[in-house]
């Protein structure tokens, strides 16, 4: 699988309060690189991705967010082929997110068409699969 995947994405972190988020990340010198309202389970979620230094940092509020220190929800790889990587992941029986153990998911706030999957790993961390 490794030979699909062209490096870090972005880095996934819940947050309760996004204008304290907003405020922090800025006083870094990271950028706005999109903010928008988004539904999650018919959640209304702010949505507000940083681009730092080449990294991007999505962050998403959260009624309910991790409550620990340094909590990350995931890590997304940049991949070359989703489709490819997607049959992989179900032909080696890695255990996939709920929402994508039928089909790659589509998002609806990156810019653009990217196309997405979660795995699970053995400690319960979440690796995400992103192409576009």
Not at 35 to 44: C, G, L, R, V
Not at 45 to 63: A, L, M, W
Not at 104 to 129: A, D, M, V
Request: with cysteine.
């Amino acid at each position: 699988m490794k030979e699909f995947v062209k490096g870090l994405h972005h880095a996934g972190i819940p947050v309760k309060d996004m204008d304290a988020t907003i405020k922090f990340y800025e006083s870094l010198g990271a950028s706005v690189y999109l903010s928008k309202e988004d539904m999650d389970d018919n959640e209304p979620i702010r949505v507000v991705i940083f681009e730092f230094g080449g990294v991007y940092i999505e962050t998403y509020e959260r009624k309910i967010a991790a409550g620990k220190e340094g909590a990350i929800d995931h890590l997304a790889f940049q991949v070359s082929n989703i489709d490819e990587m997607y049959r992989l992941a179900k032909e080696k029986g890695c255990h996939l997110m709920e929402e994508c153990k039928t089909e790659i998911q589509p998002t609806t706030y990156w810019p653009g068409s990217i196309r997405w999957f979660i795995i699970i790993g053995p400690n319960g961390e979440k690796l995400e699969f992103c192409e576009g």
